[in-house]
């Protein structure tokens, strides 16, 4: 049976909080992308998270919490983490804290180590508070491909494989949470780049916060973003302008609509050249041009200084367009 699109109604939210606590999946829409949630204290529950998105079991998941108290029964914090957790939760940023023994080896990879993050979207809120349970939820997509920002996605990749879809329509931020490992609150480091900026985190912080390492460890890796190809779309995609002349079969993705030109081999991340906008926008322009036909896809590059969001879209960019 293909996976059931449910809308957001009181009694179907009920019905999927129940699902949760009986050890099922449901993938629920977050302020960042869509998750798969199971129940994190559940280690079966999880593990059928890993088995539906085809994912390794040595990539660990991130457990998503209502507020700072239900973090800290599952994570030792320190006042660093806690004083973050105050200022950025609920939001789009990812505390990788030591964890407490409650917390499956199935979650952590085995590591002693737990992400954690309380999502702002109100729907993944409601269903916490339901099934008053903490969530584990990678995000709702086939393990290396596009992360999906509408219910559609998710069903697209996962149809087959799972049953139950929230409809949260689209994700408000596009793409996934920053995660910042603080085990060491002296020397917190980014392990993934997202709309909490490196800027922010350290000037909260009062200290330099230090940037992802570019090759994982051997065996268990820190984060997805360690991964050189990831997020990717089948059609090889490029970094390079598609301004000037492409070849036959080659789309283009513009930052910016572009004045005068239509086609269906173009597409553009933005109506007005807003970061917030190509963030939004970014995966469904690219599971879109994928669908597409083409024989490859040029992507325009994104503008690495502009700070803010540019550092997180241009990593997630680079990392669809490696080679395998
Ligand atoms: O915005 C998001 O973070 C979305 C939504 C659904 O919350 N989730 C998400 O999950 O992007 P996922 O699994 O696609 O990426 C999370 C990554 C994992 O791949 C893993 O490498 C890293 O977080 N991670 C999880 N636990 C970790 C840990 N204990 N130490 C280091 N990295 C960890
Ligand atoms: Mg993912």
């Not at 059609?235 to 002349?245: A, D, E, I, K």
Request: hydrophobic fraction near 45%; charge should be positive; glycine fraction near 8%.
């Amino acid at each position: 049976m293909p996976a059931r699109i449910h809308a957001p109604t009181p009694s179907n939210l009920r019905r999927l909080a129940a699902v949760l606590r009986h050890g099922g999946l449901v993938a629920m829409p977050t302020e960042t992308v869509y998750g798969l949630a199971a129940h994190a204290l559940d280690a079966r529950a999880c593990r059928a998270i890993f088995k539906a998105k085809g994912r390794p079991a040595n990539d660990p998941l991130i457990v998503h919490v209502l507020n700072l108290a239900h973090a800290e029964q599952l994570a030792e914090f320190n006042p660093a983490a806690r004083r973050l957790a105050r200022r950025f939760w609920p939001g789009p940023l990812t505390l990788v804290l030591p964890k407490k023994n409650c917390v499956p080896d199935i979650v952590t990879s085995g590591g002693p180590t737990v992400a954690l993050r309380a999502p702002a979207h109100p729907l993944a809120r409601r269903l916490l508070r339901l099934a008053k349970i903490p969530l584990a939820a990678p995000s709702a997509n086939l393990f290396g491909y596009i992360s999906p920002t509408e219910a559609g996605h998710v069903a697209d990749g996962l149809g087959r494989r799972i049953q139950h879809v929230l409809d949260g329509g689209a994700c408000p931020v596009g793409v996934e949470s920053t995660i910042l490992d603080l085990t060491d609150p002296a020397q917190p480091r980014i392990l993934r780049p997202g709309a909490v900026t490196a800027a922010t985190l350290a000037k909260f912080l009062g200290r330099p916060v230090g940037a992802a390492p570019r090759q994982a460890a051997a065996g268990r890796q820190r984060a997805p973003g360690m991964l050189a190809r990831h997020y990717s779309p089948r059609t090889p995609l490029v970094v390079r302008s598609p301004r000037g002349r492409r070849p036959d079969g080659v789309a283009g993705i513009f930052l910016r609509k572009p004045a005068g030109r239509a086609g269906r081999d173009i597409y553009w991340l933005s109506e007005r050249g807003s970061l917030a906008e190509v963030a939004r926008n970014l995966y469904r322009v690219l599971r879109a041009a994928d669908r597409g036909g083409h024989r490859r896809i040029w992507i325009e590059a994104l503008p690495v200084a502009a700070g803010g969001l540019a550092a997180a879209l241009h990593d997630r960019v680079k990392r669809a367009a490696a080679k395998a």
